[in-house]
């Protein structure tokens, strides 16, 4: 994981494109990093960030795994399953 010293070179880039109070700076950024993620990185970042940010967490009723909203659906019960725990 990137962060600390690491992280440098990324708020450099940020900085020659405008800084980061300029959108279309960050947006550029942004995108250029996801596109460089896969699709497994972007999925435990997402898991990640959630945690740590408190955000809306769905997990599964059976083994717990962190959930997609697409995932659970519109429903919010108590027992919501994942789709492997479901055999989908
Ligand atoms: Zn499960």
Redesign the pocket.
């Known amino acids: 994981m990137a962060s600390g010293e690491f992280a440098i070179p990324v708020y450099d880039i940020l900085d020659e494109l405008g800084g980061d109070q300029d959108i279309n700076a960050l947006n550029t950024v942004i995108d250029s990093l996801i596109h460089n993620m896969t699709g497994r990185e972007v999925e435990q970042w997402a898991e990640r960030f959630r945690r740590v940010h408190e955000l809306h967490v769905l997990s ?1 009723h ?2 717990g ?1 962190a959930m997609s909203e697409e995932e659970c659906g519109d429903e919010s019960t108590e027992e919501r ?2 789709d ?2 479901a055999g989908l």
């Open positions: 599964c059976e083994c795994r399953v994942c492997e725990c």
